[in-house]
C-alpha cells in the first residue's frame, strides 16, 4: 500500500520561501508521476505542479511560474516543492499526489500559511 507524507508546511511572512518535502513508500517510486496540489478554504483543489517519473519534464500552475520549483530524488524517494516569493494568496493546505500505470495515491496535507 503506497503512502505519502508531507512535511515543511508552517506561517511565513509575504515574500518568504518554504520548501515543502514529500515522502514516498510502500510502491515504485521512480515509475510514478508526482505532483503538488492546494486547496484553500471554501476552494476546489487545484494543481500546483508536476513533474514526470525521471524529473525531465515539470509544468506550473500560472499563478506560481516563475515562483515555485518542484524536484525529486529518486534515490531517496522524495519530491519537493520550493515555494519562494510566497503571497497571501498561496494559503492553503498543499498535498502531494502520486500517479501510476494502474493507482494513485495521496497525502494528508500540510499547510501553508502566508501572513503579516
Known amino acids: 500500500q503506497g503512502k505519502l507524507v508531507e512535511s515543511g508546511g508552517g506561517l511565513v511572512q509575504p515574500g518568504g520561501s518554504l520548501r515543502l518535502s514529500c515522502a514516498a513508500s510502500?510502491?515504485?517510486?521512480?515509475?510514478?508521476?508526482m505532483s503538488w496540489y492546494r486547496q484553500a478554504p471554501g476552494k476546489e483543489r487545484e494543481l500546483v505542479a508536476g513533474i514526470t517519473d525521471t524529473g525531465g519534464r515539470t509544468n506550473y500552475a500560472d499563478s506560481v511560474k516563475g515562483r515555485f520549483t518542484i524536484s525529486r530524488d529518486n534515490g531517496k524517494n522524495m519530491v519537493y516543492l520550493q515555494m519562494n516569493f510566497l503571497k497571501p494568496e498561496d494559503t492553503a493546505v498543499y498535498f502531494c499526489k502520486a500517479n501510476g500505470p494502474a493507482y494513485e495515491y495521496w497525502g494528508q496535507g500540510t499547510q501553508v500559511t502566508v501572513s503579516s
Open positions: 510502500g510502491f515504485t517510486f521512480r515509475w510514478f508521476f
